[in-house]
């Protein structure tokens, strides 16, 4: 097959993409930027950017292309779902996702559809069993925690963001090694950036690949000892942060806070939303409270 040019869209590095391995592409990409970047013929890199989708509007409309509904549709769902319905997003993100919504015309009443959030019964057990199963560390106010779920990763990693936590790293056993998803705080993206700094060097210690955003992202590692992930992990936090992390132990009497840390409140609530989901009536039971309390 024969082509003029390789466009790469939403990956910084050759990893991502294999086995395809362009030796001249052009890269729009708003992660952090990796191997990719330097073999580039061209590019349009912007880590500031909501969304690889507002990359590809900003070219359309500096291009004076004029976008048809069924461009304009898929464009505007990846900005939103990539931004979290525009929660925290740029001025110039917000700005691109109503000139999208104004390009929609009829296809307006796709939208609702492709931006259900409903939760999954799975996704709901990942948040509530990944908050359960976490190792906390703490130096000073900065609090870390590290857990293992069987599936939406990125969903348990949210549930302990939502807790307070500042680097929230949740692993997953793949068929040929670990996934590791982290999501962090500003404070902590103050100190290193995920995509650019922590998820690489596990994926430089372990084999694999990593990489992603300053405050969110992702490693596919050749590694199957949680374990030894999670000592690796602490050892070279405190190496780069100049930190010594002291381990947080669950209080024994509840079970449903870090010492001095998580909001247990947060933990309640996605507990009961399970708990009701799977016994609906159960969570207007005065005893299951006093149980969870």
Not at 10 to 31: F, G, K, M, Y
Not at 44 to 71: C, I, K, Y
Not at 194 to 203: F, K, R, S, T, V
Request: glycine fraction near 10%; charge should be negative; proline fraction near 4%.
């Amino acid at each position: 097959m024969t082509h003029d040019a390789v466009v790469v869209l939403d990956a910084p590095s050759a990893e991502r993409i294999a086995p395809v391995d362009p030796s001249s592409p052009i890269l729009v990409d708003h992660h952090e930027p990796d191997n990719l970047a330097s073999r580039a013929v061209a590019s349009l890199v912007d880590t500031g950017a909501g969304a690889t989708a507002e990359l590809v509007f900003r070219l359309a409309d500096a291009g004076g292309w004029e976008l048809s509904p069924e461009a304009a549709l898929p464009l505007l769902v990846g900005l939103l779902d990539d931004t979290g319905f525009l929660m925290g997003a740029a001025p110039r993100s917000v700005t691109a996702a109503v000139d999208l919504v104004r390009a929609l015309n009829d296809r307006s009443a796709d939208l609702p559809q492709l931006l259900d959030q409903s939760r999954a019964s799975g996704e709901q057990s990942a948040r509530a069993l990944g908050t359960l199963r976490a190792s906390g560390y703490r130096a000073g106010d900065l609090f870390v925690a590290v857990t293992h779920v069987g599936g939406y990763e990125t969903a348990a990693a949210h549930a302990l963001r939502d807790a307070g936590i500042d680097l929230a790293v949740v692993c997953s056993e793949q068929a040929d090694g670990l996934r590791v998803t982290m999501r962090a705080s500003k404070a902590f993206v103050e100190h290193r950036s995920l995509g650019g700094d922590i998820l690489p060097a596990l994926a430089e210690e372990f084999g694999g690949d990593g990489g992603g955003h300053a405050s969110a992202g992702v490693a596919e590692l050749h590694e199957e000892s949680i374990d030894e992930v999670e000592a690796f992990l602490i050892a070279h936090l405190e190496s780069e942060l100049g930190l010594t992390f002291a381990t947080v132990a669950w209080e024994q009497s509840s079970g449903l806070k870090w010492l001095g840390s998580i909001h247990r409140c947060r933990i309640l609530l996605i507990l009961l939303w399970t708990a009701e989901e799977a016994c609906p009536g159960l969570c207007g039971e005065p005893t299951f409270f006093g149980l969870l309390w």
